[in-house]
C-alpha cells in the first residue's frame, strides 16, 4: 500500500501552496511540518517504493541528504519552493519547480502550477510572505473589493505569525491543526467572515504581540540597517518574523534584523533585506553555522552570543 506524504514549512507560504493543491487534488494524506524554522523535515519521512511525497517550501539544500534517500527507496517526489536549492538531484522520480525570486513564493508557485485553480489561497500565502505587490497583483485578478483584499492580507499576516516560536507550544495553533482548520474552506474570505473564533485567537494574538514589540527601540541603527532585541519570551519569538515584516514596510530602504534572546544565550535571527534592494539576506546568512532563507528574507537559528558584534558589522557591509 502506498502512502502519501505532505511536508510543508508551517507558515503562511507553505500551509496555502498545501491548501490549494489538496482542494484541486484530495489526498488522505500524512502531514508532516512544524515550526517555521524546522525545515529539515524530510528525515521524518520513511518512504517505500512507490510512497508520493509533496514536500513545499523548504530548502532543498537543507533536505539534499534525505531527498536522495527518499528517492533511492523508490518514492516519487514533487519538490515546490522558493529558497536556495544548490545543486537540485536530477531523477526520474523527482519532479522540481523551484524559483529563487524575489518577487515570488511557494503559493505563487502552486498558483502557477495549477493554473489558478484556488488563486484567493495564493494570495494569502504571497501576503503571509510580505510579497505585497506580488499578491496585490494576483488579487487584481479575482475583482476583489478593497475591504476583501485587505482581509486576505490579514489572515496571510496572521498565519505567517502563528508558524513562528522555538518549538509548538510557543503556537497558537500547531501548523498541522491549521492546515485541517482551514481545509474546510475553498475560500479563505468564507472562513473569515464565518465569524470563526479561531481567526479571531490568531487576530488578538497578533495584535498584542505586536503591540509589546512595538515598544521596543533599535540596539544598533544607522541610515542603512537596524538590529533589535527581543526578549526570550513565547511573545517574542511569536512575533519576531512579522515584527521584521513590519519594519521593513515602514523603512523600505534599510536592512533589519530582529533578534530573540535563547535559553543557551544566544539568539535566533531573523534577517529583512530592504524592500526596495530585495537581495543578500541569504548570503548574509549563511555566513554562520545556522543560516539560510532566500534573497529577502533569511534568519539564523543560533547565533552565538561572542558572534553578535560580527553579525552587525556584516549586516551593515552588506547594505552599505
Partial sequence: ?????????????????????RHQEPKDSVLITGVKRDIDLLKQVDAKAGD?????????????TDLE??????????????HFPGDIPQHDNLKTIINEASDTCTSILMNTYLKGAFCAWAVVGAFGDNLKKSAGALANSLDLSEDDVSLLENLGI?????????????????????????????NPLDFIKDG??????????YQTDMNLAQSSQPEVSTDNSAVFILPNEKWARR?????????????????????????????????RAPLNNKTGAVDLCRQFATGGGRAAAAGINDLPAAEFQTFVDKLELAYS
Fill in 1 to 21: 500500500m502506498t502512502t502519501q506524504y505532505d511536508v510543508f514549512n508551517g507558515d503562511a507560504d507553505g500551509i496555502c501552496a498545501l491548501l490549494q493543491l
Fill in 52 to 64: 508520493q511525497i509533496t514536500t513545499l517550501d523548504v530548502s532543498l539544500d537543507k533536505n539534499r
Fill in 69 to 82: 534517500r527518499v528517492l533511492e527507496a523508490g518514492a516519487e517526489v514533487l519538490y515546490i519552493d522558493h
Fill in 158 to 186: 496572521y498565519i505567517n505569525y502563528n508558524g513562528y516560536g522555538s518549538d509548538l507550544s510557543d503556537l497558537h495553533f500547531e501548523p498541522a491543526k491549521l492546515f485541517k482548520t482551514l481545509s474546510q474552506y475553498k
Fill in 196 to 205: 470563526n473564533a479561531d481567526f479571531k485567537k490568531l487576530e488578538t494574538g
Fill in 239 to 271: 512575533v519576531s518574523g512579522v515584527f521584521g515584516n513590519d519594519l521593513a514596510n515602514q523603512f523600505p530602504d534599510r536592512a533589519h534584523a530582529v533578534l530573540t534572546e535563547k535559553e543557551n544565550g544566544n539568539y535566533l535571527v531573523s534577517v
